[in-house]
């Protein structure tokens, strides 16, 4: 038996991004799929759009405008008023990123890029509730081709 190398399995999708803050936007049209490394094709059914960012702002896209991401589940639940337990899972993995205080918390999610929500958003959830799950991009997946067949 030969020596095989298993890429582990993680969600990707198509995203647009807010020029004005960074967030990535999710479309229903284009739902998640399971992504393993294999070669991504550009969808060419995706005409312009308007796209309400969570900062408020308006950005338009296009399928050309689009980033295929690979998506990591981030989850916090709050400990203590200045206290959060961050938990991050990906390809069925979940790693414990440890307690946070507010400040870390905040720092930490400002270096990430966020789905369909923004840092002080996230803050403002934990304010009323215990607990929020979230979506942010793990990586950006380059090579994306057309699909010259589809056009």
Same mark, same amino acid.
Request: net charge negative; glycine share 6%; hydrophobic share 35%.
């Given at each position: 038996?030969?020596?095989?190398?298993?890429?582990?399995?993680?969600?990707?999708?198509?995203?647009?991004?807010?020029?004005?803050?960074?967030?990535?936007?999710?479309?229903?049209?284009?739902?998640?799929?399971?992504?393993?490394?294999?070669?991504?094709?550009?969808?060419?059914?995706?005409?312009?759009?308007?796209?309400?960012?969570?900062?408020?702002?308006? !950005?338009?896209?296009?399928? /050309?405008g %689009?980033?295929?991401?690979?998506?990591? *589940?981030?989850?916090?639940?709050?400990? +203590?008023?200045?206290?959060?337990?961050?938990?991050?899972?990906?390809?069925?993995?979940?790693?414990?990123?440890?307690?946070?205080?507010?400040?870390?918390?905040?720092?930490?999610?400002?270096?990430?890029?966020?789905?369909?929500?923004?840092?002080?958003?996230?803050?403002? !959830?934990?304010?009323?509730? /215990?607990? %929020?799950?979230?979506?942010?991009?793990? *990586?950006?997946?380059?090579g994306?081709? +057309?699909?010259?067949?589809?056009?």
């Open positions: 038996m030969g020596n095989s190398v298993t890429t582990p399995t993680v969600r990707g999708e198509w995203v647009g991004k807010c020029p004005e803050c960074g967030t990535c936007s999710f479309f229903p049209k284009l739902p998640a799929t399971d992504y393993e490394g294999q070669p991504v094709v550009r969808p060419h059914n995706f005409d312009w759009v308007s796209v309400r960012c969570v900062c408020g702002h308006r !950005f338009q896209t296009d399928s /050309n %689009l980033t295929f991401v690979t998506f990591a *589940s981030l989850s916090i639940q709050r400990l +203590s008023p200045d206290e959060f337990a961050v938990a991050q899972s990906y390809a069925g993995i979940k790693n414990d990123l440890g307690p946070m205080s507010e400040t870390q918390l905040w720092a930490y999610l400002n270096s990430r890029t966020l789905i369909d929500i923004i840092p002080s958003q996230v803050l403002t !959830f934990l304010n009323g509730c /215990n607990a %929020l799950d979230m979506d942010m991009v793990l *990586s950006v997946v380059r994306a081709c +057309s699909d010259s067949a589809g056009q």
